[in-house]
C-alpha cells in the first residue's frame, strides 16, 4: 500500500503547509509581492545581499554557514512569582495564576530572546502560532546587546 511508504508526519506537514498557503493568500495583495517572514526562504537572500560589502558570494558562503544551526523557540503563556512553599504544595489539579490576560497575544521566544508576539492556533488538533507582531531586526540586536 502507497499510504504506508509515507511518514505519519508528512500528513501534519502538509495540513499545516495548506493552512499557511491559505493565510498567505488571504493576506497578500494580488498585485503586490508576499512579505517575507521570518522563515521564509527569502530572508537567507535578503539577508546575504545586505550585509555584504562587495565581498562577491563570501557574505552568502558566511551566512549558509548559520542557516541550519538549531535554536529553541517557544511560546510563552505567561508569568509568576511565587515562594518555594507554594511550589511544594502543588498537585495534581493546582491552578497557577499567570500574569497574561485571557486572549492577550503571546510572546514567542528563540533562545529567550522575544522575537515576535502572536495567536493560538489549532490545525488538525495540534497547537500552533500566527504571529501578529513581529519585532525588527534593528530592535532584536539593540534587546540582546543590553542583555534582555
Not at 523557540?73 to 509568576?80: F, H, K, P, W
Not at 511544594?88 to 528563540?110: C, K, Y
Amino acid at each position: 500500500m502507497p499510504t504506508e511508504d509515507k511518514p505519519a508526519e508528512d500528513d501534519g506537514l502538509a495540513d499545516w503547509a495548506e493552512a499557511l498557503m491559505e493565510q498567505k493568500s488571504a493576506d497578500t495583495p494580488a498585485d503586490g509581492p508576499a512579505p517575507g517572514g521570518v522563515l521564509s526562504e527569502d530572508a537567507s537572500r535578503s539577508f546575504a545581499s545586505s550585509s555584504g560589502g562587495g565581498g562577491g558570494d563570501a557574505p552568502f558562503n558566511d551566512i549558509n554557514r548559520v542557516l541550519d544551526i538549531p535554536v529553541l523557540l517557544s511560546v510563552e503563556l505567561g508569568r509568576t512569582k511565587v515562594p518555594i512553599k507554594h511550589i511544594l504544595q502543588l498537585g495534581q489539579g493546582s491552578v497557577v495564576e499567570l500574569d497574561a490576560l485571557a486572549g492577550e497575544p503571546m510572546d514567542v521566544l528563540v533562545n529567550g530572546y522575544l522575537i515576535a508576539q502572536g495567536e493560538v492556533v489549532v490545525v488538525n488538533d495540534k497547537f500552533g502560532i500566527r504571529l501578529t507582531d513581529v519585532v525588527t531586526p534593528s530592535e532584536r540586536l539593540r534587546r540582546v546587546s543590553k542583555g534582555g
